[in-house]
């Protein structure tokens, strides 16, 4: 299983005490991965309201919508009548959001959270005459931006209009509808445990949030309410007939956050339709300033593409709280464990990072460097039930590949390095006890797949650890970050650590024998028979030789009885009968954490260590299978990523059992659309890279990445089908850069094109160049400057001035203080 909570893994995760299991015997002979592909079901995905542009499609979409409220996200991603999924409102503030929602109270019944549930109860509910509201379920529409519901009452229909701000309000619209042939009088009564103090019109508290973080003063207030007695109340007259919309609105206000009240004010003292326009209309707005338009032939993976842009949104902490939360942020698992747990941040970055704002992907990496105080990376101590030791992470891997897409100053480059380097050598401090260069843990949780993680139930004892490889990419990512700004000794510093944990892996975990990378059991020197997906680790991040002795460890990948495209388990299957049979079967669960670090095996390994055991249409297999996992029986209707799956059944190919923790951001998935199928690689220079893995689609397209500081295309339309998939745009495989066609080739190759003279070159393949020019004023990532007010304010928490290149040596010592 991915993740319990901490407590829970220490009772649940248990190796064998006494004698020692046999080694397995001779490897089986190949066998094809035979899963095929996955069905789905589901009504039709909604176009798109504008064909593809070379320019900004989601931004020409957006204006194309703009005049009114209905926007193609939200009609994307609605969800009508009753969800399999449950009940949770997917409209969310920066961090107010419903931990969990009840939507047969009116207003927002559940658990109101910011940040973190602040003391399970709701966030205001209204009352409504007498009589009980019943809701229509079937009637129930939920978008990404807001919820609407119908309730009835008699003669009396109420269609409740509910949504979050961006800055943390609670609006509420309540239009009653009369259908009977009197008018009607409503007696109106709104309560909210937060705030029972009368002031003027409002009512108005002050209550801290869990763990003391922050200190919140909320403000409640309704059109024509009074305030008195801890309540606010109206009646409300209807005529036969007719309609009367009310509005309520509470305002989470925090004084590092002064937008609260603003849009608090300016919603309060708003009619309910303008409030409900600006607000769909601003939080549209923000899909066409951040997303890339992405475009693939099979619309469920279109469709989980932009749910996972929503996932990333949904679970992302914007509180500017001091200390812990203060920088933008991804949290694994809003409903969840909520926090940021370094193990799957490197995987949030993966994805972030192709958001346009630099500030989502660079959020992570600065907050777990500062939180971590120079040393090696800790989860966030905000919340210290879920703060532990440093997982298997390679989050400055993922952090200098963030770098290379939007860049910056050499001041940020020179705080990746120094995270960098803090993290690799507090990790070989703190866990490689014998010394030699390979981190040990003796506790499957420490690698973030608890009782799945089937090497631990071999033998007690530390283990030297395969995952020793995020180490590595650690190092290497710290020795790039610094020769970018021109620090040659520590590059050469950091590069001679890489290569000693890389030659640790290849002799000290090598089994030579059977040809295969093994984890060690430290106190007898003996290699572990019992295998996981981790095992590979250093394949993913290019730690081992591209030779024939070292490639033939692949082999397992070709049989399903070992590693099976679906489900994506952490364990060898072999490996884990053999626990089984030995009395430690542990767990067997699936999740997106192992789809992503299978994503990036693969994408290594096509590329690197080319063999007849693995294939991009096994990759092709795993990209359909990954989006089938998050739809609810494959019903695109209803995607929901959970933290894990188990209970697999082949038979009727269900998955029996979906873990408790819904619209979870455990993994990451877009980030292999764009650099694999796409074929887009990160570089250290001003040069444009495509390497796609062919998986034989006749197109696709994403448009408008921020690449430097340009606008970025890559567009694929297959001259050989004879059809035109993009009207207006050649076919071929093709580069735009702000809309200008810069190079195309006929075919799906891997090409290097230079800005500076229009060149196209092949570093390995061949293809015919249809097209190709120069395009001044492209830059390496080092030439960039970031000069939003949000990157300056993020970069002076930690003591570096964008605004002159200089580090600000106080504010640094400060940071190094805590």
């Given amino acids: 299983m991915p993740h319990r909570p901490r407590w829970l893994a220490f009772a649940l995760t248990t190796v064998l005490t006494g004698t020692t299991a046999a080694v397995l015997g001779a490897e ?3 066998a094809a991965q035979t899963i095929g592909y996955p069905t789905f079901s589901g009504p039709a995905v909604p176009a798109p309201p504008v064909a593809m542009t070379t320019g900004n499609t989601m931004q020409a979409m957006y204006d194309a919508e703009a005049g009114g409220t209905d926007f193609w996200m939200d009609r994307l991603l609605a969800r009508p009548g009753n969800d399999p999924a449950g009940t949770w409102l997917m409209s969310r503030g920066r961090a107010l959001f419903m931990k969990t929602h009840t939507p047969s109270v009116l207003g927002f019944g559940g658990q109101v959270a910011y940040w973190e549930s602040i003391s399970n109860q709701a966030a205001f509910t209204v009352t409504a005459g007498s009589g009980t509201w019943t809701e229509q379920v079937n009637s129930r529409w939920q978008a990404p931006s807001h919820w609407k519901s119908t309730h009835t009452n008699g003669s009396l229909r109420l269609l409740q209009t509910k949504f979050m701000s961006h800055n943390n309000v609670a609006v509420d619209n309540l239009a009653f509808t009369n259908t009977g042939t009197a008018s009607q009088t409503v007696a109106l009564r709104v309560t909210s445990p937060y705030a029972t103090t009368v002031t003027g019109a409002e009512l108005t508290g002050s209550r801290a949030v869990k763990n003391n973080l922050t200190t919140l003063y909320p403000r409640l207030s309704g059109d024509g309410f009074t305030a008195a007695s801890g309540a606010l109340t109206r009646n409300v007259t209807i ?79 914007d509180a500017n709280m001091p200390r812990h939360f203060e920088f933008p942020i991804s949290v694994e698992g809003s409903l969840g464990y909520n926090n940021a747990i370094v193990l799957t941040q490197p995987m949030h970055i993966d994805d972030l990072k192709y958001l346009r ?28 039930e879920n703060w532990s030791n440093s997982y298997t992470q390679y989050i400055a891997e993922a952090a200098w590949r963030s770098y290379q897409i939007h860049g910056g100053q050499p001041a940020v480059a020179s705080k990746l390095a120094q995270y960098a380097e803090g993290d690799v050598k507090g990790q070989l ?30 033998r007690a004892g530390n283990l030297d650890r395969a995952e020793s490889a995020y180490v590595y990419s650690g190092a290497v990512a710290a020795a790039e970050a610094y020769a970018a700004t021109g620090n040659t000794a520590k590059a050469a510093e950091m590069t001679t650590i890489a290569n000693r944990i890389k030659n640790a892996i290849q002799t000290v975990l090598w089994d030579n024998a059977n040809g295969l990378i093994k984890h060690r059991h430290v106190a007898t020197n003996a290699l572990v028979p019992w295998k996981e997906i981790n095992n590979y680790y250093p394949y993913a991040v290019g730690a081992m030789p591209n030779t024939d002795q070292y490639k033939q460890a692949l082999r397992l990948f070709a049989d399903p009885a070992d590693y099976p495209i679906f489900p994506f388990f952490t364990a060898n299957q072999r490996d884990k009968a053999a626990a089984a049979a030995a ?43 990954n989006t089938w996992a998050q739809y ?47 074929g887009l690689r990160p570089r250290n220079d001003n040069q444009v890279e495509l390497s796609p893995i062919n998986i034989n689609w006749p197109n696709f397209a994403v448009n408008n990445l921020r690449y430097r500081n340009a606008d970025l295309s890559i567009v694929w339309d297959d001259p050989a089908d004879g059809v035109v998939k993009y009207a207006g745009i050649p076919q071929g495989y093709s580069i735009f850069i702000n809309g200008t066609r810069v190079a195309t080739i006929d075919r799906l190759a891997r090409f290097v094109w230079n800005p500076d003279t229009g060149a196209v070159t092949f570093p390995s393949g061949s293809a015919t160049v249809t097209y190709n020019q120069a395009y001044a004023g492209l830059q390496s990532p080092v030439q960039v400057r970031q000069t939003s007010t949000q990157m300056v304010n993020m970069f002076q928490k930690v003591g570096v001035n964008l605004n002159t290149g200089l580090t600000n040596r106080a504010l640094g010592r400060l940071e190094e203080s805590r």
């Fill in 239 to 317: 005529a036969a007939g007719a309609t009367v919309t009310v509005k309520v609105q509470m305002g989470f206000v925090a004084n590092e956050i002064p937008e609260s009240l603003t849009e608090y004010n300016a919603y309060r003292n708003a009619a309910a339709q303008d409030v409900f326009g600006a607000h769909v209309r601003a939080y549209n707005l923000w899909w066409a300033q951040n997303l890339p338009y992405i475009d693939v032939p099979e619309p469920a993976i279109k469709k989980e593409i932009y749910y996972r842009w929503w996932l990333m949104r949904f679970n992302h902490l």
């Fill in 357 to 384: 704002n630099p500030a989502w992907s660079y959020g992570d990496w600065l907050s777990v460097g500062k939180v971590s105080n120079g040393g090696r990376f800790v989860d966030n101590p905000g919340d210290p």
């Fill in 429 to 458: 401090s703190y866990y490689d006890r014998d010394n030699n260069g390979l981190i040990e843990y003796d506790w499957g949780a420490l690698t973030g797949n608890d009782a799945d993680a089937v090497s631990f139930h071999w």
């Fill in 583 to 625: 009395g430690q079967p542990g767990s067997n669960n699936f999740s997106t954490i192992n789809s992503t670090v299978q994503f990036r095996l693969y994408s290594s390994v096509l590329r690197n260590y080319p063999n007849q055991w693995m294939s991009a249409e096994d990759y092709k297999k795993l990209l359909y299978w």
């Fill in 28 to 30: 089986p002979a190949m």
């Fill in 632 to 678: 609810v029986n494959g019903n695109t209707q209803w995607p929901d990523a959970n933290e894990f799956w188990a209970d697999w059944n082949a038979s009727s190919r269900t998955i029996q059992y979906r873990s408790w923790i819904h619209h979870n951001i455990l993994g990451s998935s877009n980030f292999t659309v764009i650099e694999d199928v796409a």
